[in-house]
């Protein structure tokens, strides 16, 4: 749905800010439904439901802000950790279940269930989220084929178009609990659309569960059900998996969990201390119309306003400053907290300080080709291409890893490298955050070392523009030995070959790269 940042209001509570993906925000049918799922949304109390503080489905770019819970996905602690113990995983079931009791009881019902949107939590498991995969229903992305939701935790009514009621979401619990107790997911291992399929055609093929623990596998049978009407309610299930446990739905995650959470929460405090007090950085400054990314993103006031005072936990502090515009008053430099593959957008453009996208520090004067030197004074290791000129080789670079509250910025003109560089930064190329690297220029591997490679690759084959950090530190999307290529802001050929990656060695934190930066010229008709 978009991209989510870790911010503060002007009464200093740290917030969840999530902007939503393009596509989305250039359909006026999604706006409509968007304002009426969150207003709902906004509506909804109950047990550990993360609460909708604010949103703006008018403005030039749609958003929401919720309250902040300072755990861990349910997603990333599996990736981390492995399998939960199994009255943990009880445990969550009845919290989550007790959740979804408040959520089904004011009408809404949640859609996208998914070890993502269960955050772990000290005080027990939360949901988030509830409320805004409907509003997508409507839109051409789906009237023309697109998934709502999420397939591997879709389900059956889901996948077959069928009414969607509060049994949809007891039947992605029993998923999640399938997956979070033992890693396997009961519709086997294959790829999101035919683990869907295997959902929708569940009637004829139901899973094979004779792997799962003997108290859990009850149920799951239940809670997988194909006829939505013989899944117990929310409020059954949380009955039962308290009687399986010692009824508390909470309890105490055991560690490794544990100790990620804490360091979360540490995180957190470390965060809030480090930032202004009275004040902040606008991520986008109200000098003129920002420009145009498939809708622009919200503005922000230049001047630093004067903090409110703290305000009561309920009802939360709404985030609109008091007259004009609905704009979300946060604390720049925002860290993201999640994105999914393939669905994160970050802000890119002009920041309004009046610098053009191109402008640059200017460079020295390049080397003359097949001089054998490069403009830093090292040894030419292989001739100039003719067309291509060499302005320097073999530049040291070293990225990351992003701490909580900062944007790493890789400018790759200069060569430079901003360990607290800022969202939207006109003249970087890569900008890193804790959950994200977002490639703002096209970037590619490129199979060569030479120039005219290292142009085709760029236009035949760039990478996603955003790279979660899952990808970074587990499927291996950068690797040592690679070469980046891309087309900078300054017009410039730039080659970035990855000398290493080293992992943080903390839970959740992506690694750091060192490198080598090789820029060129490009010749006037080859310039994209």
Known sequence: MGSVYLTRTRGKQPVALKMIRREYAEEPEFRRRFAQEIHAAQHVRGYHLVPVLDHDADGPQPWLATAY??????????????????????????????????????????????????????????????????????????RSGGVV??????????????????????????????????GLHPY??????????????????????????????????????????????????????????????????????????????????????????????????????????????PTFPSAAPTPTSPQPAAPPTPLRPPGGKRTAAVIAAAAALTAAAGTAWILTGQDGSGAAAGSKPALSSPPTPGSGATADGGAQDEPASASYKLLFKDRPLQIGPPAMGSVISVDLDTPQVSPR????????????????MTLRSPVAKSPGSSPEACRQAVASAPLPTAIPSTELTKDGTVNEGDRLC??????????LRITGVTPSGVAFQPPAFTGEVTLWTIPAGSRP
């Open 69 to 142: 819970v300072p755990g861990i996905a349910l997603d990333e602690a599996l990736d981390a950790f492995g399998p939960l113990p199994v009255q943990t995983v009880l445990r969550l079931v009845a919290g989550v279940a007790r959740g979804l009791e408040a959520v089904h009881a004011a009408g809404v019902v949640h859609r996208d269930l998914k070890p993502g949107n269960v955050m772990l939590a000290a005080d027990g498991p939360w949901v988030i989220d509830f409320g805004i995969a409907r509003a997508a229903d409507s839109t051409r992305l789906t």
């Open 149 to 182: 939701g999420t397939p591997q935790f879709m389900s059956p009514e889901q996948g077959t178009g069928g009414h969607i009621t509060p049994a949809s979401d007891v039947f992605s619990l029993g998923l999640i609990a399938a997956v979070a107790a033992t």
């Open 188 to 297: 086997g291992p294959g790829g999101a659309l035919t683990i869907a399929t295997q959902i929708a055609n569940t009637a004829e093929r139901p899973p094979d569960l004779s792997a799962y623990p003997d108290v859990l596998r009850p149920v799951l049978e239940r809670t997988l059900a194909a006829d939505p009407a013989a899944r117990p309610t929310p409020g059954e299930l949380r009955s039962w998996c308290e009687r399986l446990t010692d009824g508390d739905p909470a309890g105490r995650l055991p560690e490794p969990w544990a100790t990620a959470v804490a360091d979360r929460e540490r995180e957190l405090g470390r965060w809030s201390a480090e930032t202004p007090a009275d004040g902040y950085v606008p991520t986008r400054l109200d000098a003129g119309p920002p420009p145009r990314v498939g809708g622009p993103g």
């Open 421 to 436: 560089g800022r969202i939207g930064d006109p003249s970087a190329e890569i900008t890193y955050l804790v959950n994200v």
């Open 486 to 495: 891309t087309v900078t802001s300054g017009g410039r050929l730039a080659m």
